[in-house]
């Protein structure tokens, strides 16, 4: 089952969109930025095809661009300091795919340094929240016709080295949803390689058990925002997420929709600079959000199976 209804009018992308630039454009940073509001118009070309059948890489001056199936977006809410690295990574990492910054009302040069790399930039205006932009950019890979979409935090935890192996496990046909995993096991990495501190290991511990009376089968990091996905997932991610915990619903929402999500075990860092958004009160909210989301969840379930 797929969701099918589109985000409100406040959230639907502009439609001055182009997917081959010339010389003149990659000069001009700001004919890559895009603000919410208004219509969308025509959808980018369909990049369901094989990726055989196009010619790869980035374009070079004078040149026209080559067409990607995929892109990864980044929620960005005053990262200048943490995303230039991020993006440099992404590049080097993934060097075909492209790259959609969803600037979440920054104040800082969030979205003049994402323009200056060559990404594109959605402005949500004002400071909407994490879910929105989440929602926003599942959006944006759903009407510009990608066939794979990967979402990276801006604050450096998610090395994109990680991303790409996610990558290769959806084009693989493994799973439509790959999240990275901080406490699972296998391909080398040890299962307690992270260390949360007491308070949160009773949080991680309440959260792994919601998860699995939930989904009807463990999952050890129901919080992670290390995500690639395939083309089947993305009208079930698209959708305006409902509450504080959008990676908890999101899963709720792929299982629900019977779609194939993996959990693989990766390497985060330390916030590369700044401090966690998440904390402090917010935190508390979410805490209690998610528990709540959990809740409903079994009881919508147990009411199903009625």
Known sequence: MRATA???RSLVLQATVRRTRNSDELRSPESRSHSVGGHLGARRPD?????????RGRAEAGTTAAVSDTVV???AW??????????DDLTRELPDADVLVVDDGSTDRTAEIALARGAEVLS???????????????????????AYCGRVDADGQHPPSELARLFAIVREGGCDVA???????????????????????????LLRR?????????????????YAVNANALPVLAEP????????????RLSHAGLRVEEVPVRMEPRASGVSKLRGRKAVKVTATVIGTLVVARFLRARGSD
Do not use: C, Q
Not at 129 to 142: D, E, F, K, S
């Open 179 to 205: 999240v990275g995993s901080r406490f699972v096991s296998g391909d080398g990495y040890e299962p307690y390689r992270y260390l949360p501190s007491p308070a949160r290991r009773v949080g991680t511990g």
């Open 210 to 226: 919601g998860m699995k009376l939930a989904l009807r089968r463990p999952f050890a990091d129901a919080t992670s925002g290390l």
């Open 47 to 55: 990049r369901s095809v094989a990726p055989a059948a196009r010619s």
């Open 73 to 75: 977006f980044i929620p």
């Open 241 to 252: 997420f409902r509450t504080e915990a959008p990676e908890v619903e999101a899963l709720l």
């Open 78 to 87: 005053n990262e200048e300091e943490n995303l230039p690295a991020v993006l």
């Open 124 to 146: 949500l205006g004002t400071n909407r929240g994490l879910p929105i932009g989440i929602a926003a950019g599942y959006r944006w890979a759903l009407d510009h016709g990608y």
């Open 6 to 8: 589109r985000l409100p």
